[in-house]
């Protein structure tokens, strides 16, 4: 996930700090936005397990926490039968639900090895969500259709597309000003946008 997400920020951060704000990593939080209200965080807990939460204000008819009481509905606990790190890693979304009505539709937890979530039958927004980064097909659509539409004239190729994927958080000067800057877009930016998808030096929690 983590040379997808990066080549998504890339590519928006390039074209400037308004998209820039849509997909980023910053220290232990990889960040995706749509626009609308509807997101997804990345957050490390060790350099090899972390959490994914997010929301879609549209699909997720999870009612977490305070959730419930706000909306009137049964709650859905994303937590039940998870591991104890799980929450600890996410507090601060939990203390903005409950302070903010910052609404929590799904949790997936990755130990290293692979990803897992409580068990519940409720829509949680997440396939909704559509995350650029789910698959190097759905990543690579994603990024072309931002290109081409910002630069109708010059076609992104599916070998551009490919050759940013294939660096990823390692994006260099070379692939960059290929990318980039023949199209009139900040190589600068996108390199560090793409470069500081990493995970933490250390365990965060």
């Given at each position: 996930m983590r040379p997808r997400w990066a080549s998504y920020a890339a590519v928006s951060a390039a074209r400037g700090i308004r998209w820039a704000e849509g997909c980023y990593a910053r220290g232990a939080t990889w960040h995706f936005d749509d626009g609308g209200g509807n997101w997804a965080d990345l957050r490390w807990h060790s350099r090899s397990e972390a959490v994914l939460i997010g929301y879609d204000h549209e699909y997720s008819e999870t009612y977490f926490d305070?959730?419930?009481?706000?909306?009137?509905?049964?709650?859905?606990?994303?937590?039940?039968?998870?591991?104890?790190?799980?929450?600890?890693?996410?507090?601060?979304?939990?203390?903005?639900?409950?302070?903010?009505?910052?609404?929590?539709?799904f949790v997936y937890g990755f130990d290293g090895s692979c990803w897992s979530r409580a068990d519940y039958t409720e829509p949680d927004g997440f396939d909704a969500l559509g995350l650029p980064f789910a698959s190097d097909a759905t990543c690579s659509a994603r990024i072309a259709d931002l290109l081409n539409s910002w630069n109708p004239h010059d076609h992104a190729t599916s070998h551009t597309v490919a050759s940013l994927l294939s660096r990823g958080h390692t994006l260099d000067r070379s692939t960059a000003d290929s990318m980039f800057g023949a199209r009139s877009l900040d190589s600068d930016a996108a390199m560090a946008a793409a470069n500081a998808f990493t995970p933490p030096p250390r365990d965060v929690h």
């Open positions: 305070a959730a419930a009481d706000y909306f009137g509905r049964r709650e859905t606990d994303l937590f039940a039968g998870v591991p104890s790190w799980w929450k600890h890693a996410v507090s601060g979304y939990i203390d903005r639900q409950r302070r903010n009505g910052e609404w929590i539709g």
